[in-house]
């Protein structure tokens, strides 16, 4: 695992001695890479690199050039099958220096060039520059699990993991727009292509970008389909077997590592799952497993996770997450965050890498198995506000909507009680938006009106700012509504929230983490199986539950989904009111001048008084405002 970094223009000194910007950029990249790192200025091409040792600890450096020195790879991620593929590339007469997955990609390039990427099973974000042709290839994995961020100024393109390093460039401004404040509010984090700043993108999951002769040209080399795989007229217990056997060699795969490896075990059945494969694997007692405990108990799963420590005997860590210690670690987590980022259990993750790196460099999870196999309770929630939308407006709100919401009051789980109010939001929206109604943390279209304090035009109107979660449901598989649901979820959700999460908590303590679910053939294999296999009802993921019935606790497969969440409507009635009355404050937000401060005062008092919760709303504004506070971006509204 590393970070990349560099640019490419015909004249690089033009804007100062090459090295040191390049120099500046991997340097704000160093915890990505703490072991190592190396330079290549030659020509238009300045490539930087800084690596985190993991697999060929002697010889894997980078930048790594081919036999004749006319290809130069800088390279971010694992290729897992690295092994199968050298092999074969020897067969076709290419001669290795190292062991590492690194070569494999220069020889595989060398001999199947842009085509190299659809025999790679791995996660990573390359960049090979090639001196005869002077084109720069650069590619992102499949499902995003690795970052690559680019801008393109004066004929100069500037890239690299994190937009820090990108900043470092004379040519790349900090600088938002009323549409990139817009998407923040509207969707907690920004949905690829977009950044925070309106000339800086990411470059979407699955694509390749070439950059020569001044211009840029990004586009897919793999898509998530639907019905990829042709499995009918194969039986459940059938196809439960060829998952089983995915998904241990998905595993095998992941634990490929010349340095100590371990997992994250929240209890649920994902990360559970891993840990049974990796028992089988490997001995059990080599097996370390961490877990983020809270004292709150609505939020605690450290039961379950000791409970599946014990079942395998694993080697378990436990840490306990507080208000103090998330007040203590909160300036560290926001500053070394690129951008605004609304998920609060980014708190908990960086805790759990904090605490697994004193022990492991790499660590496997269970990233991906929602979004898959339908765990998530909104799969069934859509299905229900689709439904409900066909009621009249009266019966919806006069009686259904009171009588849900005071049965979910009665389990005392803040997802059972905003089940209600989802549905109601979700069924009062367009059928392509319903997907975005699910999160508390977003700003909806008729607040977001009167929340922000600057000129938008049409750049923050529902259509500019949905346009492409609407595209990708129009465009989604045909078959079902599930399936156009998941398709949003895999394209935007996954990698712009929970993996860039992941990548970025983790990377913050140079540490590696591993999603076994998204190994493309489980995503293939997932994506082809019938909805009824999935969600029966009003429970999700039950393929899963069902081919992991004789390795798992029957308590860990038939308990209530938590979810990986913090007690912030607590919380922000306790220590963090001090940090959320200081930046919200309405001289606060009347001298920054993006929001309007009377409807967040409106939200704060309600939710102080305990009228009713706001608390992933509050935090999504405070999560801006001390990210803002560190970062002071220039804002324009000339770009929309």
Known sequence: MCGIAGFIAEDPSHFGDPTSILRA??????????????YYVKGPAALGHRRLRIIDLETGGQPMTNEDGTLVLIFNG???????????????????????????????????????????????????????????????DRMGKKPFHYAVRDGCLIFGSEIKALLKHPLVRPEMSPHTLGRYMAFGYLP?????????????????????????????????????????????????????????????????????????LSGGIDSSAVVAMMCELMPPGQVKTFNIAFRESKYDESRYARLVARHFGTDHHESVLDERLMLERLPALIAHMDEPFSDPSISPTGLVSEFARTKVTVALGGDGGDELFAGYSTFHLDRLAAWYALLPRFVRRKIVEKSVAAA????????????????GD???????????????????????????????????????????????YQCGPKRSRLARVQFQYQHQYLPDDILTKVDRASMMHSLEVRAPFLDSRIVDFANSLPDR?????????????????????HEILRRPKMGFGIPMDEWLRGGLREPFERTCSPEALRAQGLFNPEPIRRLWAEHQSGQRNHGGLLWSFLAFQLWWEEHRPKFSGEHS
């Open 25 to 38: 950029m991997t340097d704000a990249l160093r915890h990505r890479g703490p072991d190592d790192e190396g």
């Open 78 to 140: 694992e290729i897992y099958n690295f092994r199968e593929l050298r092999p074969e590339l020897e067969a076709k007469g290419h001669r290795f220096r190292t062991h590492s997955d690194t070569e494999v990609i220069l020889h595989a390039y060398e001999e199947y060039g842009e085509s190299c990427l659809q025999r790679f099973n791995g996660m990573f974000a390359l960049a090979l520059w090639d001196a005869r042709r002077k084109r720069l290839f650069a590619a992102r």
């Open 192 to 264: 690829a292509p977009d950044t925070i700043y309106h000339d800086v993108f990411k470059l979407p999951p699955g694509h390749r970008l070439i950059f020569e002769n001044g211009l840029c040209d990004v586009r897919p080399y793999w898509q998530i389909e639907f019905d990829r795989l042709p499995l009918a007229g194969r039986s459940e217990t059938e196809l439960q077997g060829r998952f089983l056997d995915l998904f241990r060699d998905a595993v095998r795969l992941r634990l490929v590592s010349d340095v100590p490896l371990g997992v994250f």
């Open 408 to 423: 979910g009051a009665l389990t005392g789980h803040p997802r059972a009680r905003n089940g209600a109010r989802y549905v």
């Open 426 to 472: 979700a069924a009062d929206a367009p059928a392509p938006w319903r997907v975005m109604m699910w999160s508390d943390a977003i700003v909806k279209p008729a607040l977001m009106q009167a929340l922000l304090a600057v000129p938008c035009g049409d750049a923050c109107l529902p259509d500019a700012l949905y346009a492409d979660t609407a595209n990708l």
């Open 533 to 553: 296999m999935k969600l029966r009802g009003s429970s999700g993921k039950e393929f899963l539950k069902r081919a992991l019935r004789d390795k798992l606790p």
